[in-house]
T-cell receptor, first 114, second 116 residues
């Protein structure tokens, strides 16, 4: 079964700082990859997704993620964070070619200070 | 589109009581998922349905938990009897599940359950 690791549990940044959140998955086959965001008190919302093609994926609110197959990674990046980006970020994976369930990482809590 | 609708938003109950959480998926979606979120364990998949049929319930903690999906527009998650360790936020999500597995999930606002 696939699994997802997010090594950064809590990240604190000042506004305008650059962000990179790590995500690694363990599955040898082809995967679909997702980043979800959960703002305080709200439900999870899709930030971006990778299925195939260009490994650099752009999502909403200036976020992007790069799929590096050789490293089994799908790190999330943003050049300049805003206070409103304070939230919890979840990486998730599902196996391609099957209607399989989505497996989430444990999440990274991002706190952006003014 | 109203999105995934869950009720109630908050539930406070005493240990031993029965709790029923409800979910209405997005119309047209054929897969429904129940997740539990806690500080200690993060997001855990409890069970998911495809075309109203339970596909994988390996995440259901124990026999006290049960889930049903009597039709394409409604699902329930029941805990009987409830225990304090069941306190968590329970999310329902739905998607148009394709064989490619690349459909994102759409989440409801969750039910915050507190068992005292």
């Amino acid at each position: 079964a696939q699994s997802v690791s997010q090594h950064n549990h809590h990240v604190i940044l000042s506004e305008a700082a650059s962000l990179e959140l790590g995500c690694n998955y363990s599955y040898g086959g082809t995967v679909n990859l997702f980043w979800y965001v959960q703002y305080p008190g709200q439900h999870l919302q899709l930030l971006l997704k990778y299925f195939s093609g260009d490994p650099l994926v752009k999502g909403i609110k200036g976020f992007e993620a790069e799929f590096i197959k050789s490293k089994f990674s799908f790190n999330l990046r943003k050049p300049s964070v805003q206070w409103s980006d304070t939230a919890e970020y979840f990486c998730a994976v599902t196996r391609s070619g099957t209607a399989s369930k989505l497996t989430f990482g444990t999440g990274t809590r991002l706190q952006v200070t003014l | 589109d109203a999105g995934v609708i869950q009720s109630p938003r908050h539930e406070v109950t005493e240990m031993g009581q029965e709790v029923t959480l409800r979910c209405k998926p997005i119309s047209g979606h054929n897969s429904l998922f129940w997740y539990r979120q806690t500080m200690m364990r993060g997001l855990e998949l409890l069970i998911y349905f495809n075309n109203n049929v339970p596909i994988d319930d390996s995440g259901m903690p124990e026999d006290r938990f049960s889930a049903k999906m009597p039709n394409a527009s409604f699902s329930t998650l029941k805990i009987q009897p409830s225990e304090p360790r069941d306190s968590a936020v329970y999310f329902c999500a739905s998607s148009w599940r394709q064989a490619s597995g690349n459909s994102p999930l759409h989440f409801g606002n969750g039910t915050r359950l507190t068992v005292t």
